[in-house]
C-alpha cells in the first residue's frame, strides 16, 4: 500500500479511485466493512483503491481542540487498513482552513480534482465540511455534478448495537476488553517502548517490561491476561495497568511480567494484547500476599490463554 500525506505527492499519478473517508480509529469491523466495499468497486470499475484519513485528528485543530483518546496510533492504524488490501492511504494534514472549508469546496479542491474520486463509499454517519453541513444528501447532490456515485453503507450491529469508535473506547475504558474483540475484530493493544522501572519485579521472582504507550486510551485499572508480541515471537504473560498501590506509586503505569521469558526487552517495542480483566488492582498489607496474588494471577491467565477463544486472529 502507498501512503500518502500530501496531493502533490500524487500528481499526475492516479487516473481514477474509489475512496472511503473518515478518521478510522480502531479500524473495527464497521471501518473493514467499508474498505472491503472500497476495494471490490474499485476490482469491478479498474479504480484505486483509496483510503482518506487525517492528521492530526479534526478535534483537536476545530472546537476546543480537545480530542477522544486514541485507540490506535497513526502508524498502527496504517498498518491495519494495509492488512485489507486497499491502494492507497491518504493521511491529509487537517488544519484550520481546511476545516473552514465549505462541503463542496472540499469535495472540489480534494476529492474531485486531487484525488479523482469517481466513487465514494461512505459510513451510515459521516459528515464533513464547515459546520458539518456536508452529508449523504449533500454528496450524492455534488456526486451529479462532478460526476462520481455515492455510496452509503448501513452500520454494523453487533451484540444489538451499532460498532463505533466511541463505543470500543467505552468498553475498554470500562475494562470489559473481552467483549472489544468481535468489534475491533482483534484484542485491543497496547504499544510501545519498554522503559527502566523501579525493578521491584524482579526481586519479587516476576520481572516485567514497563511500557511506554504510544497512545492514551488506557483501559481500566487492574490485572489483565495478555499476550506480547516480541522479536522473540507472541509470549503469554500477565499485566499490570495502575499505580501499584502496595507501594505507594503515583505515576500511572503498564508493566507486563512474561510467562518463562528471559530476554532483554529494553528499548525495543512491545506490542501487548488485552485478553481479558482478572481483577481490580488492589493494595496488599504485605509483600508475601502480594506474591501470593501474583502467581494466582498468572495460573488464571496461563488457563484463559490457553482457551482457543483467547487466539489471536
Known amino acids: 500500500m502507498i501512503v500518502a500525506k500530501n496531493l502533490d505527492e500524487l500528481t499526475g499519478s492516479i487516473g481514477g479511485a474509489c475512496a472511503t473517508i473518515g478518521n478510522f480509529d480502531g479500524v473495527h469491523m464497521g471501518h ?7 476495494n471490490d468497486r474499485a476490482q469491478a470499475k479498474n479504480l484505486i483503491g483509496m483510503v482518506v484519513t487525517f492528521d492530526p485528528h479534526p478535534l483537536t485543530v476545530v472546537g476546543s481542540g480537545k480530542r477522544p483518546p486514541f485507540i490506535t496510533s497513526v502508524g498502527r492504524k496504517l498498518e491495519l487498513i494495509e492488512a485489507l488490501g486497499p491502494h ?14 465549505e462541503p463542496e469546496d ?24 464547515k459546520g458539518r453541513k456536508g452529508n449523504f444528501e449533500l454528496l450524492r447532490t455534488l456526486g451529479q455534478k462532478y460526476d462520481f456515485r455515492v455510496e452509503r453503507l448501513d452500520p454494523v450491529i453487533i451484540d444489538g448495537a451499532v460498532v463505533s469508535s466511541t463505543r470500543i473506547r467505552d468498553m475498554i475504558q470500562a475494562g470489559d476488553v473481552w467483549n472489544v474483540k468481535p468489534l475491533l475484530g482483534r484484542f ?6 519498554v522503559v527502566h522501572g523501579h525493578s521491584r519485579g524482579k526481586k ?36 499490570n495497568v495502575g499505580l501499584n498501590p502496595t507501594f505507594g506509586d503515583n505515576a500511572l503505569s503498564v508493566e507486563t511480567h512474561l510467562f518463562d521469558y528471559s530476554g532483554d526487552l ?48
Do not use: C
Not at 32 to 38: D, N
Not at 88 to 101: D, E, I, N, Q, R
Not at 108 to 116: A, D, I, N, P, T
Open 106 to 129: 472540499f469535495v472540489r479542491e480534494y476529492l474531485v480534482q486531487g484525488l479523482k474520486v469517481k466513487e465514494l463509499v461512505i459510513g451510515y454517519d459521516y459528515a464533513f465540511g
Open 204 to 239: 519479587l521472582g516476576f520481572p516485567t517490561a514497563n511500557l511506554q504507550p504510544e497512545v492514551d486510551l488506557l483501559p481500566k485499572t487492574g490485572v489483565y491476561a495478555v499476550w506480547a508480541s516480541t522479536r522473540d515471537g507472541l509470549i503469554p504473560g500477565v499485566a
Open 266 to 313: 529494553y528499548g525495543q517495542q512491545l506490542r501487548i494484547h488485552l485478553v481479558q480483566r482478572l481483577r481490580q488492582e488492589r493494595k496488599f498489607d504485605t509483600i508475601e500476599a502480594l506474591v501470593s496474588r501474583i502467581r494466582e494471577d498468572a495460573s488464571l491467565a496461563k488457563d484463559i490463554l490457553s482457551s482457543p477463544e483467547a487466539e489471536l486472529n
Open 32 to 38: 473493514r466493512r467499508l474498505i472491503t466495499r472500497v
Open 88 to 101: 492507497l492511504a491518504m493521511v491529509l494534514p487537517f488544519s484550520k482552513k481546511m476545516a473552514a472549508l
Open 188 to 193: 485491543h493493544e497496547l504499544e510501545g517502548t
